[in-house]
Nanobody, 122 residues
Framework: QLQAYGGGWVQAGGSLRLACTAS????????MGWFRQAPGREREFVSA????????HYRDTVKGRFTISRDNAKNTLYLQMNSLEPEETAVYYC?????????????????WGKGTQVTVSS
């Protein structure tokens, strides 16, 4: 129901734009989030957005560099990532909640995509 794409390889300081398309859920009533998981580490919150996009949240280390957005007409969530750092190499996942209010922990989300790999080289 969720498909993330747009990952790839980029040098440190570079940019990537992730997208996540949703189907089979009421996208415009769902809060959405991005999480990431590096090898050997726990999945961590990256960013979240409420149902209409007027409330966004970020983990401290990505503030000012990442931008989350959504297009409800296209059932699509985005994550613009700028000034990427090697430590941000991970599989990035999009997730959806059944309710419109965002949440910062993975256990608050009901649907998950398969993830897209982001590799940042130094």
């Amino acid at each position: 129901q969720l498909q993330a794409y747009g990952g790839g390889w980029v040098q440190a300081g570079g940019s990537l734009r992730l997208a996540c398309t949703a189907s089979g859920l009421t996208f415009n009533m769902s809060a959405m989030g991005w999480f990431r998981q590096a090898p050997g580490r726990e999945r961590e919150f990256v960013s979240a957005i409420n149902w209409n996009g007027d409330s966004t949240h970020y983990r401290d280390t990505v503030k000012g560099r990442f931008t989350i957005s959504r297009d409800n007409a296209k059932n699509t969530l985005y994550l613009q990532m700028n000034s990427l750092e090697p430590e941000e190499t991970a599989v990035y996942y999009c997730a959806a909640r059944r309710i419109p209010v965002p949440f910062f922990a993975s256990n608050g989300y009901d649907y998950w995509g398969k993830g897209t790999q982001v590799t940042v080289s130094s």
